[in-house]
Nanobody, 125 residues
Framework: VQLQASGGGLVQAGDSLRLSCEAS????????VGWFRQTPGKEREFVAGIKWSGGSTYYADSVKGRFTISRVSAKNLVNLQMNSLRPEDTAVYSC???????????????????WGQGTQVTVSS
């Protein structure tokens, strides 16, 4: 499955952005889709995840209450709505997917088989 991430940009603190991750080649059915972010010199960080079947969602503590991950079945994509953005949210955001991820591994980049290219999110203060 090929993943395409989009929606990044430059915003001010307090603004909102919506990232999208679209799959081509097959549907997300049966997959877990995750969003991760990375800044130079730091390890990739889990942001949010969703199990396509059932819709269970998972969030990093740093974004809980501000970010919302959701699925759009008709368009075979996963959105990450980011509200109340902070300068520390600045990073390259990437989406990833995998069919078989146990709950304890949802936050681990190594658990994901497919990755899209990143999209830059920059939040100015």
């Amino acid at each position: 499955v090929q993943l395409q991430a989009s929606g990044g940009g430059l915003v001010q603190a307090g603004d909102s952005l919506r990232l999208s991750c679209e799959a081509s080649g097959r549907t997300f059915s049966g997959y877990t889709v995750g969003w991760f972010r990375q800044t130079p010199g730091k390890e990739r960080e889990f942001v949010a995840g969703i199990k396509w079947s059932g819709g269970s969602t998972y969030y990093a503590d740093s974004v809980k209450g501000r970010f919302t991950i959701s699925r759009v079945s008709a368009k075979n994509l996963v959105n990450l709505q980011m509200n109340s953005l902070r300068p520390e949210d600045t990073a390259v955001y990437s989406c990833a997917a995998s069919r078989t991820i146990i709950l304890s591994s949802v936050r681990m980049p190594s658990a994901y088989s497919y990755w899209g290219q990143g999209t830059q999110v920059t939040v100015s203060s």
